[in-house]
């Protein structure tokens, strides 16, 4: 069995010390196992070399199985086997990243997903507008944070009237992660076009923090 594998050498490796530290830095709101970013990636990194990545409905029940689990690094493992397949995945693809983003969510899971959404995105680019809708009407602020963000790594292939439209449908919200969501799409496409950003900042009545972020390369 796949995960009891994973869980078992995570545990096995673990330091209690640490997880107390990661928890109270998470708000207490996940368990951790102890492991430091450099500890689970090697160790991922060798039981995907022994055992392989699952394919299709067995990827997913996987996934699931690392994000029912309280153990924050089983999430960051199955993000991990997500991302190494994900340029195979199929056009709905999209609707199990959906389910990922809604699980446990907080943002360290919810920006890695980010990224792989703009992975799935580039391969389908026909998805973008319809998703970014559906998610925007949605009323989860974590799926709106990612329409925000996963053209990050798009750099002067960026929609901009897509990043400005759907940053103009939350910016009347007071919600932290979207201000700040906001702010570092802005920051990081004002490094590809300073204008456009510098414009649609002075036109457009954004949160005070959304202004200061997006401000910083400008």
């Known amino acids: 069995m796949y995960y009891p594998h994973v869980r078992d050498l995570f545990r096995q490796h673990g330091k209690p010390d640490i997880a107390q530290g990661q928890m109270a830095y998470m708000r207490n709101q996940f368990e951790f196992f102890g492991l430091k970013m450099p500890q689970w990636t090697a160790l991922s990194k060798a039981i995907i070399a022994e055992r392989g990545i699952p394919q299709g409905e067995a990827l997913k029940a996987l996934v699931r199985e690392c994000f029912a689990d309280e153990h924050r ?6 993000l991990q ?21 809604c699980t446990r969510s ?7 997903i980010a ?13 973008r507008r319809p998703v970014c809708a559906r998610w925007l009407a949605s009323g989860n602020f974590w799926l709106q944070r990612v329409t925000l963000i996963f053209q990050l790594r798009y750099r002067d292939k960026t929609d901009a009237d897509l990043l400005f439209e759907n ?31 510098r414009q649609f900042i002075e036109n457009t009545a954004l949160a005070p923090l959304t202004k200061r972020e997006g401000r910083k390369y400008l």
């Open 115 to 127: 990224k792989l959404v703009g992975m799935h995105l580039e391969r389908y680019p026909q998805l």
């Open 167 to 197: 940053i103009r449908q939350v910016a009347a919200s007071k919600e932290f992660f979207l201000q700040k969501g906001a702010g570092w799409a802005l920051r990081q496409y004002s490094k590809s076009n300073p204008e456009a950003v």
């Open 73 to 78: 690094e089983m999430q960051y493992f199955g």
């Open 106 to 112: 907080w943002w360290d899971t919810v920006d890695w």
């Open 81 to 101: 086997i997500v991302e190494k397949s994900i340029r195979r995945q199929p056009e709905d693809f999209i609707d199990f990243l959906e389910e990922l983003i």
